[in-house]
């Protein structure tokens, strides 16, 4: 991924041919969860491809995964998922990301600390 400059979930889609979003989306429903679980385990890259455009575990999931592995602001070679912005200016939430931000990286700090 680092090397060509890929997301991690695209060069996955390279080289096995699918995503962790996938498989896990395909095994949770081999094991009978709910479809709104295997949802948010198929779309926390894209949430726009799910179904409902409304908040929800989605949104949650996916907004803490990007920003649970964004990196410092040294880090030059970061090559992970990012917020997709048109989806959350879509549910009206785009002011709530900066709060978000703040409450993620003090959990972090405190993890760290």
Do not use: M
Not at 13 to 31: F, K, N, P, R, S
């Amino acid at each position: 991924a680092r090397r060509e400059g890929l997301a991690i979930s695209a060069a996955e889609q390279e080289i096995i041919g699918a995503t962790h979003a996938d498989v896990g989306a395909y095994l949770l429903g081999l094991w009978g969860l709910p479809k709104s679980t295997i949802e948010v385990a198929a779309f926390h890259h894209a949430p726009r491809r799910a179904a409902e455009n409304t908040f929800s575990s989605l949104t949650a999931v996916h907004v803490a995964n990007v920003l649970e592995h964004e990196p410092d602001e040294e880090d030059e070679e970061w090559v992970g998922n990012s917020i997709d912005i048109e989806y959350l200016e879509e549910l009206g939430l785009t002011e709530r990301l900066p709060v978000w931000r703040d409450l993620c990286i003090a959990v972090k700090e405190k993890r760290v600390g």
